[in-house]
């Protein structure tokens, strides 16, 4: 099913969606795509504008180098099948303070650890300023925690994030701007943190255009694919019928009033 144009419809249709594709992607992923001691969990951070993310945890602490053999796929086997696959430019780092000491890998009181984690993009993300630099932090937060984030942003640019999501985060890491290629002005981006900086592969893609699976790193070394399209249709499915046929059709126009003469 191509990407729909999701300014169609107001933030709140777009974020029941957006519930929906979270349940989704935690029930393909606890279904046998994760390898054994990982799972997927759909929670609601209770942040000012409650963010719905999906987090990947492990029952405990894996021991040293448990990780290379500890299922999903090796990178040095398969690299990611993604358009474009870049590091930052050690010539272009912005001036930044090193906060990696100051954060914390938050686990459960039962000793779960979070070791990755997928965040869909809403439009009350990118409605404001300060809402683009909340989230682009909140990703950058994670990365130097040690968790790696896919993010998916499948909405249209705008004035507070002229490069995208992506842009926003890749700011904090490459002075170069993200250059949004014309054919693919949404972004879903993976993003695999080695300790010391992050890797992004990223899928440029557009309205009209089928998603396709993305990698979700379980440490810097193994990956397992995220099945976006088969997702993104069953929450597409459950979605009422006259806001599918809004995004498909475009929205009803209304009559216009009748005139007594």
């Given at each position: 099913m191509p990407i729909h144009d999701w300014t169609r419809v107001d933030a709140g249709t777009f974020h029941a969606f957006h519930t929906l594709w979270i349940g989704e992607i935690m029930k393909a992923l606890n279904a046998g795509l994760l390898p054994p001691g990982y799972y997927a969990l759909a929670e609601q951070v209770a942040t000012r504008m409650q963010t719905d993310v999906l987090t990947l945890r492990s029952p405990s602490p894996m021991p040293s180098g448990a990780e290379s053999s500890n299922g999903g796929v090796a990178v040095v086997e398969a690299p990611p099948h993604v358009r474009l696959n870049v590091r930052p430019d050690p010539k272009s780092r912005p001036r930044r303070s090193v906060r990696r000491g100051r954060h914390l890998v938050i686990r459960h009181i039962s000793g779960h650890q979070v070791v990755a984690l997928i965040e869909i993009v809403s439009p009350s993300n990118k409605d404001r300023k300060v809402h683009v630099r909340e989230l682009a932090e909140k990703v950058v937060r994670s990365l130097e925690a040690g968790v790696h984030v896919l993010l998916l942003d499948l909405l249209p640019r705008?004035?507070?994030?002229?490069?995208?999501?992506?842009?926003?985060?890749?700011?904090?890491?490459?002075?170069?701007?993200?250059?949004?290629?014309?054919?693919?002005?949404?972004?879903?981006?993976?993003?695999?943190?080695?300790?010391?900086?992050p890797e992004a592969f990223i899928e440029p893609v557009a309205v009209g255009q089928t998603l396709i699976d993305m990698p979700l790193f379980l440490s810097p070394q193994r990956y397992v694919y995220v099945p976006l399209e088969s997702t993104y249709l069953a929450s597409y499915q459950g979605m009422p019928e006259f806001w599918r046929d809004v995004l498909e059709h475009g929205p009803i126009e209304e009559p216009p009033p009748s005139s007594n003469s």
């Amino acid at each position: 099913m191509p990407i729909h144009d999701w300014t169609r419809v107001d933030a709140g249709t777009f974020h029941a969606f957006h519930t929906l594709w979270i349940g989704e992607i935690m029930k393909a992923l606890n279904a046998g795509l994760l390898p054994p001691g990982y799972y997927a969990l759909a929670e609601q951070v209770a942040t000012r504008m409650q963010t719905d993310v999906l987090t990947l945890r492990s029952p405990s602490p894996m021991p040293s180098g448990a990780e290379s053999s500890n299922g999903g796929v090796a990178v040095v086997e398969a690299p990611p099948h993604v358009r474009l696959n870049v590091r930052p430019d050690p010539k272009s780092r912005p001036r930044r303070s090193v906060r990696r000491g100051r954060h914390l890998v938050i686990r459960h009181i039962s000793g779960h650890q979070v070791v990755a984690l997928i965040e869909i993009v809403s439009p009350s993300n990118k409605d404001r300023k300060v809402h683009v630099r909340e989230l682009a932090e909140k990703v950058v937060r994670s990365l130097e925690a040690g968790v790696h984030v896919l993010l998916l942003d499948l909405l249209p640019r705008g004035a507070y994030d002229p490069h995208g999501m992506h842009g926003a985060v890749w700011g904090h890491f490459d002075t170069r701007p993200y250059e949004v290629p014309e054919d693919g002005p949404l972004t879903l981006v993976s993003y695999a943190w080695d300790g010391q900086e992050p890797e992004a592969f990223i899928e440029p893609v557009a309205v009209g255009q089928t998603l396709i699976d993305m990698p979700l790193f379980l440490s810097p070394q193994r990956y397992v694919y995220v099945p976006l399209e088969s997702t993104y249709l069953a929450s597409y499915q459950g979605m009422p019928e006259f806001w599918r046929d809004v995004l498909e059709h475009g929205p009803i126009e209304e009559p216009p009033p009748s005139s007594n003469s």
